[in-house]
């Protein structure tokens, strides 16, 4: 089994570049930041690295990201994807400054496929199957929203229709019971690296506890597999990480969401 420091090794110098956003509509370089659009007027400010930037620098950086949003007027929300082993002094009070609110931390995690490509018994009457007409992906969507305690809308499903549209690699993996979809998650496999991300993992909370999370998880470790990708990475809340854990994937850092709306 690879290690921690080997896995963030490779998370950082495959991931943290234009790989890390496959359907950004554009993006702009400001000093270290990549500054990335989305369809639907969200922005996302990523980076390998701050460069060394002490306080004072990334005190002027944050501002200048920010006006670059809000000189669009497409752009309704941008989000700060922060990880706790950059070097970044004085991060957290100059977004807090210029208007970000700070999210619930995630784990990044980092594992090898094949670790999670293992067999898991359903319930009785629980099938998975990957979702790519319009119709299952907007009720797939909405019990999502609804899993996560958010209203639904459309906005979710819109965003994963036009990425079915342009074929990027995404796939929509779901779990039905008596006609109805009861989890769902994605599967993202990164071009010219080794990575597949598992991402939007959510189960109906009648469902919970009774293994679809992580036959969801294998099935998506099983195509990752079969497109060649040998390790998987995901941003894991506190209520995912621990299958995670159990299913062989490592804790190797921390990410700090903040997020700025209009």
Same mark, same amino acid.
């Given at each position: 089994m690879i290690d921690a420091a080997h896995l963030l090794a490779a998370y950082d110098e495959q991931? !943290?570049?234009?790989? /890390?956003?496959?359907?950004?509509?554009s993006a702009t370089r400001l000093g270290p930041l990549r500054l990335v659009t989305f369809a639907g007027g969200s922005g996302f400010v990523t980076y390998r690295d701050l460069g060394g930037a002490d306080a004072d620098a990334i005190r002027r950086l944050v501002p200048e990201a920010l006006a670059h949003y809000r000189a669009d007027p497409g752009i309704e929300r941008v989000k700060w994807k922060a990880r706790g082993h950059d070097h970044a002094p004085g991060l957290h009070e100059a977004l807090l400054a210029n208007g970000f609110v700070a999210g619930e931390p995630e784990s990044i995690m980092v594992g090898e496929a094949r670790l999670l490509a293992v067999d898991v018994a359903l319930p009785a009457g629980v099938t998975l199957r990957r979702v790519t007409g319009e119709a299952d992906v907007r009720a797939m969507s909405a019990m999502v929203d609804e899993a996560f305690g958010d209203p639904v809308s459309d906005g979710m499903a819109n965003a994963l229709l036009r990425r079915l549209a342009r074929a990027d690699g995404m796939?929509?993996?779901?779990? /039905?019971?008596?006609?109805?979809?009861?989890?769902? $998650? !994605?599967l993202e496999?990164?071009?010219?690296?080794?990575?597949?991300?598992?991402?939007?993992?959510?189960? !109906?909370?009648?469902?919970?506890?009774?293994g679809i999370y992580r036959a969801l998880t294998a099935a998506r470790a099983r195509s990752?597999?079969?497109?060649?990708?040998?390790?998987?990475?995901?941003?894991?809340?506190e209520d995912s990480r621990p299958i995670l854990e159990r299913? $062989?994937?490592?804790?190797?850092?921390?990410i700090a969401p903040y997020t700025w709306q209009r």
């Open positions: 991931l !943290r570049t234009d790989a /890390e956003t496959p359907s950004a509509v796939e929509l993996w779901a779990a /039905e019971a008596d006609g109805r979809f009861v989890g769902a $998650g !994605r496999p990164v071009p010219g690296t080794a990575f597949a991300g598992i991402w939007g993992g959510a189960i !109906r909370a009648d469902w919970r506890g009774r990752a597999l079969a497109l060649g990708k040998t390790l998987i990475n995901s941003d894991s809340t299913s $062989g994937l490592l804790t190797v850092s921390t």
